[in-house]
DNA sequence: CTGAAAGCGCTTACAG
DNA sequence: CTGAAAGCGCTTACAG
């Protein structure tokens, strides 16, 4: 036990002839001191091994360098790369969570929760949705301390928010393809009322027009599935539609293209090339090797942006987006 | 702003019209107080809506309701669920976490964090592996709370720990074969260097054993992937091997040997069943169809139960085991 | 069972 | 720039 838990700030003051308020200030640097004083202090602190109680610089201070984060199914796919980023960028920050997973729509629940965290003072709060799908309910008139969201629509614009880029995923993934030569380009998606499934087409369109590229055939819309991208692909090959790339909605529906080409003799990235987009392999089996090219979301960096966000000085209200990246493969 | 936060103890002490120090007794249960005082006391603290300044309670008890936790790498994908659990299941039982990431073989890392942890007067820590082929050097003797251990060798017997049960999921993996009618069974898995692979081979080897059946095959070691198992099922397909089931040693193997038979013609389960390990469909993709029968190793339960275990009286020394479950699909 | 009092170890106006 | 003092709001021996 190297550590002594009984020395106190005013062991610290006695040992370098000064009082306990200019010992606290000399430490703490949040007060004007004279340099003299205050290497003197940090000097005795250091041979005393000072360490301050946590406990008590909470409590005089109303600082519980602790952080609320309420999560709308925390265990979900995507909202757990969410969380952990945040949970480890707060960990690396010194401050502690309380996390309160639950049904952020559940009026109760929330009540509750929101009590919790206000009893237990913390500095801020994030509240983590589980994707933009849904909106979570403006939470911060109920709290006087910073209030960040990530990961869910916007509820109200005075707050901060959060949220993956899938229109530039979508454009990102198809500059891919145009910049590798590719001009007869197919898209093949998941369901259309998806606000996922339309950012990313968005984006694909976006680029497309920039290059002054048509689409290659009308999108296909179905499942974020590898059955449904298999499916999807049969149809278009068996339509003898004339295309050499294929936007994919997701990585599944992407591996589902990448097995009907392969079984059809139909060479990838040779005929055709493929992206897709979640980065799965990546999130889920970092040794594996990569089949295919994908848009990366950085759900995790997204955490971490946000939790940095809660404590910083800076924040400001409005939607932010964590640009996506490109992760190469063999696919294209 | 509905809740009060100018409401004192001293002021319900003084509305039930009793002292301070009674009122706190009766609140808070861990003393020995009349059945009609509490009542008074309870009545007064709802009827002014009293919430108690959890930062006082911290520095007057010396119980932060913070836990620690160090994790090995936590967005590792399978230390994830684990820190997963551990984060809710703290969660719900009120107590903040601060999240330690790194290097745990590190000294230098490790002697900062311990030093964070115990100036942050946590009440408990919960050391976080990254599966079982490293061990985490015991670090219980820096600390006057309880240290537990999960997802990680044990450095000393002394220390309670949580892992996952590898040879209770060979076990399970192989008598789901045996008892749906299965005799002539292959084993296909990771090299055998690792713990995980000699233990579910292990667990399959005494459901064998308990059967009276021989293994249909000498065991194939090679990697994690997918790309794996596909080699060695061509393998075992063009040896001619007479067998009607596969162990897989992971989902990726499974995978792997599936799209073979299916490729060759062999039936799954028709003519071969198939069972993996890992429920990686399951971790991943919570609404995809699963293609393939496994064996889950609940990781996110291991980290809730470890984390049950820092908090509660009952903790114990030694190892415990996290039973895995079979989950099933159309593979057998 | 109840209460008066000390104490937890800092931070922060305030005065000098 | 420095210091005396109040204060943060509970919990907990201790005495009655």
Redesign the pocket.
Same mark, same amino acid.
């Not at 949040?30 to 205050?38: I, K, W």
């Given at each position: 036990m190297p550590i002594n838990?009984? %020395?106190?700030?005013?062991? %610290?003051?006695a040992v370098a002839? %000064? @009082?306990?308020?200019?010992? @606290?200030? +000399?430490? @703490?640097g949040?007060?004007? %001191?004279?340099?003299?004083? *205050?290497a003197r202090v940090r000097a005795a602190a250091d041979r005393l091994d000072? *360490?301050?109680?946590a406990? +008590?610089?909470s409590?005089? @201070?109303?600082?519980s360098r602790t952080i609320g984060v309420l999560t709308h199914r925390a265990a979900a796919t995507f909202s757990r790369p969410v969380v952990m980023g945040a949970v480890l960028e707060f960990g690396e920050r010194g401050q502690a969570v309380l996390v309160l997973d639950g049904e952020i729509q559940a009026h109760r629940e929330m009540s509750n929760s929101i009590r919790t965290l206000r009893d237990r003072r913390v500095d801020g709060l994030l509240v983590v949705g589980d994707g933009h799908e849904h909106v979570s309910p403006s939470l911060t008139h109920h709290f006087d301390v910073p209030v960040t969201y990530v990961f869910t629509a916007p509820d109200s614009p005075e707050d901060s928010v959060y949220l993956p880029d899938n229109e530039q995923a979508g454009y990102l993934a198809t500059r891919h393809l145009i910049d590798t030569g590719r001009t007869r380009i197919l898209h093949l998606t998941a369901d259309a009322t998806s606000l996922a499934v339309q950012r990313r087409e968005r984006g694909m369109r976006r680029a497309l027009s920039e290059a002054g590229l048509p689409l290659a055939g009308a999108v296909r819309y179905g499942a974020w599935s590898r059955e449904w991208g298999a499916a999807a692909m049969e149809a278009v090959l068996d339509e003898r539609i004339d295309f050499d790339a294929v936007f994919c909605g997701n990585d599944h529906i992407g591996f589902g293209a990448i097995d009907v080409c392969e079984a059809r003799g139909v060479g990838v990235p040779g005929d055709v090339a493929v992206v897709g987009v979640d980065n799965w392999e990546g999130i889920v089996y970092d040794q594996d090797v990569r089949r295919l090219t994908t848009i990366d979301l950085e759900l995790m960096r997204l955490g971490r942006l946000a939790a940095a966000d809660v404590i910083g000085a800076d924040r400001r209200s409005g939607e932010r987006f964590q640009p996506p990246t490109l992760v190469l493969g063999p696919s294209s």
């Open positions: 838990r009984d %020395v106190r700030l005013a062991d %610290v003051a002839g %000064v @009082s306990l308020a200019t010992a @606290s200030k +000399a430490l @703490s949040n007060d004007r %001191v004279s340099e003299a004083t *205050r000072f *360490r301050p109680n406990l +008590a610089q409590f005089a @201070s109303g600082r």
